[in-house]
């Protein structure tokens, strides 16, 4: 059973369009805060915390499928999983809903590869990457 997390954000005004609906960017930075949100869960640590200790995860793949529109004021949940976890890699699905109809509006997937400092790929932390093999 691989991990998962769920948040509800609000759509502010200022993700929305003239016409008041999402523009389609904004479903990446929600991705961007389910995934951070369910590494902290995992790991007891935040992300600023593992990049401050030189964990760098950086993402390299990512693909997005839009169903519905999500408007302003409406309030989303952001279901993120661990779908995969590897020694340089880890892989994370999403799936975007309303939260008060159900309404599917984006699923998403990203992968993320470890890099050391000279931004080349590298092993992640043998830590953290326990912590996440244990949890796919």
Known sequence: MSAEHELDLRVRYAETDQMGV???TNYLVWCEIGRTELIRALSGTSYATLEAEGVALAVAELSIRY???ARY???IRVRTTLAEARSRSVTFDYLISNAETGERLASARTVLVS???NGRPTRMPDGLRAQLERAT
Request: proline share 8%; no cysteine; aromatic share 8%.
């Open 115 to 117: 890099l050391d400092p």
């Open 73 to 75: 004021d409406n309030l």
């Open 22 to 24: 999402v523009y389609h």
């Open 67 to 69: 169903h519905g529109a």
